[in-house]
C-alpha cells in the first residue's frame, strides 16, 4: 500500500467546472510535489513546495492552483481546463534536510483527470 | 540541461527471458533512481544508486551505476509476467537542491509475455 494518498483516483470535468485533487502523506516528508504524466511517458514536474512553501512552478498555467495546508496535505485546484490538461496527476513526497533533497520520491496512485 | 537517454523504449520478451535496460547523460548525477510504474498506478521507488560503480542486487534485479556516475543500468534475469511495467531511472544532479528536481529517462515499457 502506497503512504501517499491521492483522491479522487479519477475525476471528469467539464471545461467551465472547478474541482481540486487531493494528496496527504504522514511519513514526516516535508517536501511534496506535483506531476503531470501522458501515458507511456515519464512524470513532469508542476509545483514543488518544501516546508509548506512554494518552491519551484514550472511555468504552469494559472488554471492549475496548488495548497499546501500542512505539512501533511497538498491541494491542486483546477479551473476553465483544456481537454489537453487530461493526464494522470500524480502526488509525490520526499525528505529534504536544510535544503538539500534526498531526491527519493514516493509517489501516490494519481488522480486520472479527464477534461471534456 | 540534464538528460537521461533510456533504452530501449520499449520491450517485449517471454517469460524466463534476461534483458538490461540503459540510462545514459553526458552529465554526472550525485544519485540516481529506478522506479517502475505498473498501469493505473504511480511510480514505485525500486532502488538508489550513489556510488560510482556500485552495484545494487534486488532478488532478480541488478541495478548498476557507472564509475564516472553518468550512467546506469537495469539487469532483470529470468523475468516473469509480474516484471511488466514501465522503468523509469531519474538522475539528481550535484547541486543540494537538485533532487527537488529529478532528471527523468523517457522510460522503457516492458512486457513479458507468458
Known amino acids: 500500500d502506497t503512504e501517499v494518498t491521492q483522491t479522487p483516483k479519477h475525476l471528469v470535468m467539464g471545461m467551465t467546472n472547478k474541482k481540486s485533487l487531493k494528496c496527504e502523506q504522514h511519513?514526516?516528508?516535508?517536501?511534496m510535489y506535483w506531476y503531470k504524466q501522458k501515458a507511456k511517458k515519464p512524470p513532469e514536474l508542476m509545483f514543488v513546495?518544501?516546508?509548506?512553501?512554494?518552491?519551484i512552478n514550472e511555468s504552469v498555467p494559472s488554471r492549475f492552483s496548488p495548497e499546501c495546508p500542512n505539512s501533511s496535505l497538498l491541494n491542486l485546484h483546477l479551473h476553465a481546463l483544456q481537454p489537453e490538461d487530461s493526464a494522470l496527476y500524480l502526488c509525490?513526497?520526499?525528505?529534504?534536510?536544510?535544503?538539500?533533497?534526498?531526491?527519493?520520491?514516493?509517489f501516490g496512485e494519481g488522480s486520472r483527470l479527464t477534461v471534456l | 540541461t540534464q538528460l537521461l537517454e533510456q533504452s530501449p523504449q520499449f520491450l517485449s520478451i517471454q517469460e524466463g527471458e534476461n534483458l538490461t535496460v540503459y540510462c545514459n547523460s553526458s552529465?554526472?548525477?550525485?544519485?540516481l533512481q529506478w522506479y517502475r510504474q505498473e498501469p493505473g498506478e504511480g511510480p514505485v521507488l525500486l532502488v538508489t544508486?550513489?556510488?560510482?560503480?556500485e552495484v545494487k542486487k534486488l532478488k532478480r534485479l541488478t541495478f548498476q551505476f557507472g564509475d564516472a556516475r553518468k550512467d546506469s543500468s537495469l539487469h532483470i534475469t529470468a523475468a516473469q509476467p509480474g516484471d511488466t511495467g514501465l522503468y523509469l531511472c531519474?538522475?539528481?544532479?550535484?547541486?543540494?537542491?537538485?533532487?527537488?528536481?529529478?532528471?527523468f529517462g523517457e522510460g522503457t515499457q516492458l512486457t513479458v509475455n507468458p
Open positions: 509525490a513526497s520526499s525528505q529534504v534536510y536544510r535544503m538539500v533533497y534526498t531526491g527519493e520520491l514516493f
Open positions: 511519513m514526516g516528508h516535508r517536501a
Open positions: 513546495y518544501s516546508y509548506e512553501k512554494l518552491s
Open positions: 552529465s554526472v548525477f550525485s544519485s
Open positions: 544508486v550513489v556510488t560510482g560503480g
Open positions: 531519474a538522475g539528481d544532479g550535484e547541486a543540494e537542491t537538485s533532487g527537488s528536481r529529478l532528471t
